[in-house]
């Protein structure tokens, strides 16, 4: 039985050099800067939240399944796997009916022709691209409408 108050965020490759690696893309704010803006919109939302980031995509499908029946949503930025992974788009189908909500920090469809097209979208519920590190708590926000239902 899950847990219908927590969520997983899930973070891709190269995620761990947030405010260093591309600020001019990605912004200035650090992982661990997103986590706390996340775990701030979770808890006014009375949501519990345990994050992975991993430069490995086995680590990201082990963590995928591992929210299968203790999870109630998964937040996901696939960075470069987005683009690439079919084994990321098969975990989250997988673990279905578990809501997904599939976040972008820059705007992809601005980008590299590779970067609009992602295998994780399909499995998502929603997809937040180009707000920023913000559209890691608007992703909290539409998981908390699903599963409360207002």
Not at 14 to 24: K, M, Q
Not at 103 to 127: G, K
């Amino acid at each position: 039985m899950s847990d219908r108050r927590s969520l997983l965020v899930l973070n891709g490759p190269n995620l761990n050099l947030l405010g260093t690696r591309r600020p001019e893309t990605y912004g200035r704010d650090t992982l661990a800067d997103v986590e706390a803006r996340v775990r701030d919109a979770a808890a006014a939302r009375g949501l519990d939240v345990a994050f992975v980031q991993s430069n490995h995509e086995g680590a990201l499908v082990d963590a995928i399944h591992a929210a299968r029946g203790v999870r109630s949503g998964i937040i996901i930025n696939p960075g470069a796997y987005g683009h690439t992974s079919i084994a990321l788009h098969d975990a989250l189908e997988a673990v279905q009916p578990l809501p997904v909500v599939e976040v972008h920090i820059s705007n992809v469809h601005r980008r590299e022709p590779f970067r609009q097209h992602s295998y994780v979208s399909p499995q998502a519920d929603a997809v937040i691209v180009g707000a920023g590190v913000h559209g890691y708590t608007l992703a909290v926000d539409h998981l908390a409408e699903l599963l409360t239902g207002n």
